[in-house]
């Protein structure tokens, strides 16, 4: 138990830190994609304008440069047309006669990562005029080094016309812009290829970024963690240690002080401040044998004798001392085992006792004329026993606490019943010996049914 427990915080803990990470570098990756991307989509929508004005054409020598497009157009753009080459869109290969504008750009961080920045600045453009009724398509300026034949680029010119395009910034590796003129429509498209295949790029870096991170994150956070819940650890422990040993101390003085109050009793009878005394002493008495069982099984010292038994003969024997009990309480108890032999493995006296609970506690939070039921049976893979009954029932925020050490939903009624909150802890650390489970389910007002599941033992 204590294993899983720091198991449980430990994985918490290191998720937590994770999980923080995780959040900032998706946020701080997505930014720069998204950086890239809306970039690359101002650049193209600034070309297509910049063409747009000068009908399809490249910007004169003898002209000024356009105030919005001086940093969008690369240093060859005012240069004479130049001859067809053959280049593929997105290959490795690029022309010689663009080396020297990419130069400049080629950083540390294009070193170190795969990112082609041959493409900024470069698109290949073409313009193709349409008549008013968006037919007989003429190239106006055709692609210089994209690798695509001019049948290609009417094909794909009209393609774009028949969407009725104004301005896309991505479609099929390009971006395109139409305008009405007074003989019909100029269309503008621009190659997209090398800046699309660097924002993809980059993606893929970043993926392999944030995966890279979150594994040595993940590694890092465990060692923080273990560090972290150390101090913890160590103060459970000790905690632990002193509840053992001071429970283990104060058995001695309990049994000395039972047996002088059995000599007292005879020679003062029928005394109330005496049986008050007992009473007490035999409470702590039962609060130290708790205590113990709880330590012991923290530090993994208990030992089951496990066997098979019938589950149902070890209910009936269970619940069989309450009968006079609730005949004095006016409550109704009924006990619903079946005939069929309900076969499981496990220690039989520590079950007998985690029953013993259940109905200790279903009696003790029920009123008079409520109804105590125990039903025990089996169903395909696991046996079962139910202890409900009607009362007064548990609150849902009770619910989420009431098996932990101490805590008792109704401060009031435990004075009257006694109980120190620590049987159900106990009843549940049975069933987690067991690899069982105890699950409860209630309705403030009416009831309260405790269900504890074991694994069945196959014939």
């Known amino acids: 138990m204590e294993k899983d427990l720091f198991a449980t915080l430990k994985t918490k803990l290191t998720l937590s830190i994770v999980s923080v990470l995780a959040i900032f570098l998706v946020l701080l990756l997505l930014v720069l994609n998204l950086t890239l991307i809306s970039t690359n989509q ?200 002193f509840i053992a040993d001071a429970s283990h101390e104060l058995k001695t003085p309990i049994a000395v002080i039972s047996a002088n109050i059995d000599v007292l009793s005879q020679e003062i009878p029928e005394n109330k401040w005496l049986n008050f005394i007992k009473t007490e002493n035999l409470r702590m008495g039962k609060l130290v044998q708790d205590l113990l069982y709880l330590a012991k099984n923290d530090a993994g010292k208990i030992t089951l004798e496990k066997l098979p038994f019938d589950l149902r003969e070890t209910v009936e024997g269970a619940v069989l001392p309450f009968e006079n009990l609730c005949r004095e309480q006016n409550k109704k108890l009924s006990v619903n085992t079946g005939k069929d032999v309900v076969p499981v493995n496990g220690d039989e006296n520590k079950i007998r006792q985690l029953v013993i609970i259940l109905v200790d506690n279903a009696i003790k939070n029920s009123s008079e004329g409520d109804a105590v039921t125990v039903t025990a049976g089996k169903s395909s893979s696991s046996a079962f026993v139910k202890v409900h009954n009607t009362g007064p029932g548990i609150s849902q925020k009770d619910m989420e606490k009431i098996f932990d050490r101490f805590y008792r939903a109704d401060t009031s009624r435990a004075r009257e019943t006694g109980g120190y909150g620590l049987g159900l802890a106990i009843a549940k650390s049975i069933a987690s010996s067991h690899n069982g489970k105890i699950s409860v389910e209630s309705k403030e007002g009416e009831y309260a049914e405790f269900t504890l599941t074991l694994p069945l033992l196959s014939m």
């Not at 002209?63 to 130049?82: A, C, I, T, V, Y």
């Open 42 to 241: 101002r650049r193209a929508k600034a070309t297509l304008n910049f063409l747009c004005n000068n009908e399809g054409e490249k910007k004169r020598n003898n002209e000024p440069p356009h105030p919005e497009q001086m940093d969008f157009m690369p240093p060859h753009f005012n240069e004479p047309p130049l001859e067809k080459p053959e280049y593929k869109i997105g290959g490795d290969q690029m022309p010689p006669e663009f080396r020297e504008h990419i130069k400049p750009e080629m950083n540390l961080l294009s070193r170190i990562m795969p990112l082609r920045l041959e493409g900024r600045g470069l698109q290949d453009f073409a313009a193709v005029q349409f008549d008013e009724c968006g037919k007989n398509a003429v190239i106006k300026t055709p692609f210089v080094r994209t690798n695509l034949t001019d049948e290609e680029t009417l094909s794909l010119a009209e393609e774009l016309y028949e969407k009725g395009i104004k301005t896309k910034v991505n479609y099929k590796f390009f971006a395109a812009k139409l305008e009405a003129r007074d003989y019909g429509y100029l269309l503008i498209m621009i190659d997209r290829a090398n800046e699309i295949m660097l924002e993809r790029r980059l993606a893929i870096i970043t993926s392999v970024i944030f995966l890279l991170s979150i594994g040595v994150a993940f590694a890092i956070a465990g060692v923080f963690s273990s560090w972290a819940v150390r101090p913890v650890k160590l103060a459970f422990e000790n905690q632990k240690r």
